[in-house]
């Protein structure tokens, strides 16, 4: 299949929508990202990749970064995980606090802001240095010692996450927070910083289109492991937005207010695109776009 010739075919279509949604800027120093950034990359399962526009320009991956955190807990604690958090999709939007309230801080799923709260108390409560050790186990994802944090988003969330911090207090209220609140705060916010490019999102997420090994073919998952996460992903990976994608685009993935998003198809290829402008759900409006034109032009989604 021509990957090349059709994600530049797509990027060329894409690139001229009218529908290009809104920054995020309840994180102010998201809102400064020029808005006409628009890239795209596909890492193949033999490890070709395929890139047009700014592939290779890093942002914030902001929720993309709590698949990764989920990882490396369950790497750590394995299954004990889901005695703390659900596997079920929240119908929600990411910072939703009643359904937390309703069922006695167990958060539906992962891949909402309560939920990887309680991801990130695990990782806090096991990791010596949990800023340094996550983003080791990062690097060590994706072969690339470059990846790190942007500690400029990680201070303006810190001075303007009061919904998360809201979250955590009511997590901690009923017993699923263990750590001090401001410390699992700290580290949520640095994980939501991870700066990535298209093409580093797709070699680090490239496992979960190979059965749980990175490009280096080291075992991250267990292959049910990486399986049960892609399911997480494509049930929960786009909060009230999750059965529109599931309907439209039909893969398991990720999207994060910086405007990123990255999905995945089991033995055959991962995809990250990104453009900064969301729609009303909070995804990246010319991203969904991209990867509903890719699964319709190829006949590769996993239905
Ligand atoms: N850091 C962001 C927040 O907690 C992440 C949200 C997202 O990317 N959907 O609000």
Not at 197 to 216: D, P, R
Request: hydrophobic share 40%.
């Amino acid at each position: 299949m021509d990957f090349q010739g059709i994600i530049e075919e797509i990027y060329a279509t894409v690139k001229q929508s009218e529908n290009k949604g809104t920054v995020a800027s309840y994180i102010p120093e998201l809102s400064k990202v020029n808005p006409e950034k628009f890239g795209i990359c596909l890492l193949d399962i033999n490890q070709k990749s395929y890139f047009a526009g700014d592939a290779e320009e890093s942002f914030s991956i902001q929720s993309i970064s709590k698949v990764l955190t989920l990882v490396q807990a369950l790497s750590i604690v394995g299954e004990d995980l889901w005695k703390r958090v659900g596997v079920e999709p929240s119908g929600d939007p990411f910072n939703f606090l009643s359904l937390l309230e309703l069922e006695k801080g167990i958060p539906r799923n992962p891949l909402i802001n309560a939920g990887a709260l309680v991801v990130c108390d695990i990782l806090v409560s096991h990791l010596k240095n949990p800023k340094e050790d996550f983003l080791h186990f990062v690097r060590a994802l994706a072969n690339d010692k470059t990846i790190d944090y942007d500690k400029k988003v990680a201070l303006s969330e810190k001075r303007t996450g009061f919904r998360n911090a809201a979250a955590a207090n009511l997590l901690k209220s009923f017993g699923n927070i263990h750590n001090d609140v401001d410390a699992v705060l700290d580290f949520y916010f640095h994980q939501c910083s991870l700066a990535m490019s298209c093409k580093q999102l797709t070699k680090t997420f490239f496992l979960f289109a190979n059965h749980g090994q990175c490009t280096q073919l080291h075992k991250f998952l267990q292959p049910s492991q990486a399986k049960r996460i892609n399911a997480i992903m494509l049930s929960c990976g786009f909060y009230d937005e999750a059965g529109e994608f599931s309907f439209k685009v039909g893969l398991p993935g990720k999207s994060g207010v910086g405007g990123g998003i990255v999905a995945i198809h089991p033995d055959k290829y991962c995809i990250a695109t990104w453009s900064p402008g969301l729609n009303h759900k909070g995804n990246s409006s010319l991203g969904m776009q991209v990867l509903e034109q890719f699964t319709t032009k190829t006949g590769l989604s996993i239905f």
